[in-house]
């Protein structure tokens, strides 16, 4: 069976060169690639099956995802995501969707970069940069993305005692639920950041999935609780090659392999 990347964006906008950013017209010339290549976008749960066992895939296949939450995702990525029908999960920061929902206001005429998108949110102004829970709606009412959590407030759960990481991962969950209104058993964690605590307190607060930075491909058998992804670089060949080496069932392993050296 082919091995599955699990991709890895944050913003999607028009700032070349910022950090963890891909500009609209790589972002779409991705996805037209995965369109026309015939790839399928798997969801979160399909991901599942196919760790369990229970989903057997002759085609290859991919999962988007996307941290942190930001309002370019539904600018920019919404809009391709529906041209060709593809599938995403988008890991939002409970807190700061509910502090970009206080305030309505019309779109933004300019994005933000990244740092500037950050200070904004220390401002208490993340309705500039984040998305709120109506957007998030409609974009879930699509029936293309689906939102699982990134936390409550962003911190490092490597660093935090059990009662911070109950109350992080716990609470996130709930107030997904609730404003969704469907279960939240998927989690991925802050820059990257997690110990045997962590993952300790988020199986007892019921996620089933735990998606990781660290780099890899996810196959039938893969850990659930330590799921690999692959961040995505802002360039259209660079994007074609490693779709092809990372989703070929004899070139990946030899790959990832050689990049561990």
């Not at 593809?86 to 933004?108: H, K």
């Not at 990134?150 to 935090?160: A, G, P, Q, V």
């Not at 039938?220 to 779709?243: T, Y």
Request: positive net charge; glycine residues 6%.
């Amino acid at each position: 069976m082919r091995p599955v990347p699990v991709l890895m964006y944050h913003h999607v906008s028009p700032h070349k060169g910022d950090i963890v950013t891909v500009t609209p017209e790589v972002f779409e010339d991705q996805m037209s690639h995965l369109s026309q290549s015939g790839y399928k976008t798997l969801t979160a749960e399909e991901l599942l099956s196919l760790m369990k066992g229970e989903l057997t895939l002759r085609q290859k296949a991919v999962v988007i995802t996307f941290d942190d939450g930001w309002l370019d995702n539904y600018l920019y990525a919404f809009p391709v995501l529906k041209k060709y029908r593809l599938n995403a999960a988008i890991f939002i920061i409970t807190n700061r969707i509910e502090m970009a929902s206080e305030e309505m206001t019309s779109l933004p005429d300019r994005i933000p970069t990244h740092n500037e998108s950050k200070a904004l949110i220390e401002k208490g102004e993340a309705y500039k940069v984040a998305l709120n829970w109506e957007l998030i709606g409609e974009m879930a009412g699509s029936g293309l993305v689906e939102f699982y959590s990134h936390t409550k407030s962003h911190r490092k759960c490597d660093t935090l005692s059990e009662n911070e990481l109950i109350e992080e991962l716990g609470q996130s969950k709930q107030i997904m639920e609730k404003k969704l209104g469907r279960p939240c058993p998927y989690l991925c964690w802050p820059y990257g950041k997690y110990n045997q605590l962590a993952v300790s307190i988020a199986k007892e607060v019921g996620y089933r999935v735990l998606f990781t930075t660290d780099h890899g491909v996810v196959k039938a058998g893969s850990d659930p609780f330590a799921i690999k992804r692959i961040v995505v670089k802002d360039k259209s060949e660079w994007f074609r090659k490693r779709m092809f080496v990372y989703t070929n069932p004899v070139l990946s392993p030899l790959y990832l392999a050689l990049k561990k050296k």
